[in-house]
C-alpha cells in the first residue's frame, strides 16, 4: 500500500457519499509495476512469502533488506532470536513519484463499536482516551510498544530506540491503509489479485481492470456506490 500511496494512488476517491473506484488509473499502474520489479528482486515465489517468513529472514542474516510494521522489527534486536543484533538501520519507506513518503498505518484501530449499549460505549471511549495519553505511551514504549504519539520521548529505549524513531518520523507521513466497513471482503478480493500481479500471472493493466471491477461491486453492495 505504501507503493501505490507512494506514487499518489489510492484505491477510491469519494464523489460526496459516493466511493468510485480509481485502482486501474496511471498511478496504479506505475505502482503495480514498480511493485512488481520489487519481488522480481526478494525471494522466489514472493506470494507465498509472508511477515513472519520476511522477519525471520532479516534474523537470520539472510536478506539484506525488508519492509515490516514497525511493532514486528523490535524482534530483529533481540538478541535471544536474531543474528544481527546492532547490525540493523531503520527508516521511513521511500518515496515513488511523489515528493515524499507515504507510510501506510496499520488497519487495526481503537474504535467504540455502535452496537454496544452506551455505558459500554462510554467505558470503550474513556479506555482509548487513556490508553492514548502522553503518561500511558511512553509506559507502553518503555516496555517495548511501539508509541502512537510523536511527543514521546524514547531516547531511552536503548536497542529498540532507531526503531522508535523511525517510526515516529513516519508518523507525520502516514496514510491510512484500508479504512472501509467492507474492509475484510475487500481484502478477501484484492490480496489474489494483487498476488498474481506481483508474481506476473497477470499482466499489471489486466489485474487493475480486475480489481477495479471487484472494488466497484464491493462498493455497490455495501451501499456505497450506485
Known sequence: ???????????????????????????????????????????????????????????????????????????????????????????IVLAGSLDHPVPASGVWSLCVPADQAPERQLAAAEFIMWMLDKKQQEAFAGAGGMPTRKDV??????????????ARDSAALTQGAIRYVFAAQM????????????????????????LQAKLAEIAKASGFAK
Open 1 to 91: 500500500m505504501h507503493v501505490l500511496y507512494g506514487f499518489g494512488g489510492d484505491w477510491f476517491k469519494a464523489d460526496g457519499a459516493t466511493l468510485v473506484p480509481t485502482i486501474n488509473n496511471d498511478a496504479a499502474k506505475t505502482a503495480a509495476a514498480t511493485f512488481r520489479r520489487l519481488l522480481e528482486l526478494g525471494p522466489s515465489r514472493s506470494q507465498t512469502v509472508g511477515q513472519a517468513d520476511c522477519i525471520a529472514l532479516m534474523q537470520s542474516g539472510q536478506a539484506l533488506q525488508g519492509h515490516f510494521v514497525a511493532a514486528g522489527m523490535p524482534q530483529l534486536e533481540d538478541e535471544t532470536r536474531s543474528s544481527v543484533v546492532g547490525k540493523c538501520g531503520y527508516t
Open 153 to 166: 520521548d524514547v531516547s531511552g529505549a536503548g536497542a529498540l530506540r532507531p526503531i522508535m524513531e523511525a
Open 187 to 210: 481484502l478477501e478480493a484484492v490480496e489474489p489479485v494483487i498476488g498474481q500481479i506481483g508474481s506476473g500471472d497477470l499482466a499489471v493493466d489486466e489485474g487493475l481492470d480486475e
